[in-house]
């Protein structure tokens, strides 16, 4: 059996005491909301903070505000079965709804929270196993080791994003507001990934996400989410993909964005789509023709490496397949793509 190791849980009941506590014990202290993934890494040795601060009290972070501007805010500990379940979310944002509802399983959903999924650490099939089993392989770069073992000779840690919302929420052009010992600050969803499988984030270890915005989207806004997996529950995705589309009053698409998850240490936005798919009314020929060319497109720039399970060749195969019903999907206002 796997046992958490011994550290101090402090439960602040507001935003500013959270921060207090995380500049008071600085590397000594992490963050956890559901614990969903904090508590399994811990087990596995991955983490080893003294102090865990909990943001489970602090009611100014939950809920699901609807804007006056037509956008939303989401308190970074509104679980993902309330972002799924929400009448709001599913209007105003169907892939996140849709993404949100596909995370791992319903007990893991009522726990987990939207900003404990955006900030979600990356994962690579070397990396989420317990200590003896890391040991047994001389560990790896991202913990303990000096070697990678998915690119031999890899100076560079590659573990996988792999956190469903967040290509949603870079297609929804959302922004992320923290919360650290000198303020407040915004940061756009599109810009806090960095291509570094260790620490994947531009905000550093200790800032608190307080809320997700959710701007405003086009009157012929529509989105869905697409997801390959083993099991129809609890896995976390071999491969996921994002799409928005924004039709006018004919169905015509003015724009178009698809972001790809669980390829490389951040989420990944296919070139070009937009381009391709610019002026075709959905459910004519045309449209199903581009919706072919975006997914070329993606099979050409999203290549699966051997970080997280599922062999890399069927994940490469499936990834065309997953962007071009996705994209179909969004068209006909319909979601999520997988399979049970
Ligand atoms: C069996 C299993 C299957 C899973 N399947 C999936 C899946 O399919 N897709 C998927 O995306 N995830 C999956 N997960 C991971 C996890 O359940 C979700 O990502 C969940 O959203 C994490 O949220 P949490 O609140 O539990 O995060 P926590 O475990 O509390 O925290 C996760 C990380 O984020 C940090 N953190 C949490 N909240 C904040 C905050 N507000 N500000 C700053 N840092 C913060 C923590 O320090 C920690 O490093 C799975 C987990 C398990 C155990
Ligand atoms: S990608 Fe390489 S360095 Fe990173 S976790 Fe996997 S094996 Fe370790």
Request: with cysteine.
């Amino acid at each position: 059996m796997l046992r958490l190791p011994k550290f101090r849980l402090e439960e602040p009941t507001d935003v500013a005491g959270a921060v207090a506590l995380m500049s008071e014990h600085g590397e000594d202290a992490m963050i956890v909301a559901g614990g969903t993934d904090l508590y399994p890494n811990m087990k596995h040795g991955l983490f080893e903070p003294k102090v865990v601060v909990s943001l489970g009290r602090i009611a100014e972070m939950r809920g699901i505000e609807a804007l006056a501007d037509g956008g939303l805010r989401i308190g970074a500990t509104t679980t993902l079965a309330e972002m799924a379940q929400s009448a709001l979310v599913q209007e105003r944002a169907p892939a996140l709804a849709q993404a949100a509802s596909l995370v791992a399983g319903p007990q893991l959903r009522t726990m987990g929270t939207a900003g404990g999924n955006v900030m979600l650490d990356t994962r690579c099939q070397w990396y989420n196993q317990t200590h003896f089993w890391r040991k047994s392989l001389g560990y790896c770069l991202k913990k303990d080791g000096t070697v990678c073992h998915v690119v031999a000779g890899g100076r560079k840690c590659v573990a996988a994003a792999s956190n469903d919302t967040a290509p949603t929420l870079m297609t929804l052009n959302a922004s992320a507001t923290f919360a650290n010992d000198e303020g407040s600050r915004d940061v756009k969803i599109d810009e806090m990934w960095k291509a570094d499988g260790i620490w994947n984030k531009e905000p550093g270890r200790g800032e608190i996400l307080t809320s997700l915005h959710i701007p405003a989207q086009s009157k012929g806004h529509r989105g869905a989410y697409g997801k390959l997996r083993d099991r129809g529950s609890i896995d976390y995705p071999l491969f996921g993909c994002a799409v928005r589309l924004d039709l006018d009053s004919e169905g015509v698409v003015e724009d178009a964005d698809v972001v790809c998850v669980a390829l490389v240490a951040r989420p990944l936005r296919i070139k070009k789509v937009a381009e391709t798919l610019r002026g075709k009314k959905v459910g004519t020929e045309s449209f199903a023709e581009a919706a072919k060319e975006a997914a070329d497109l993606a099979d050409t720039q999203a290549k699966p490496m051997d970080n997280i399970p599922g062999e890399s060749l069927y994940r490469r195969q499936m990834v065309p397949v997953y962007v071009r019903r996705t994209l179909q999907a969004a068209a006909e206002g319909k979601g999520p793509v997988h399979h049970v």
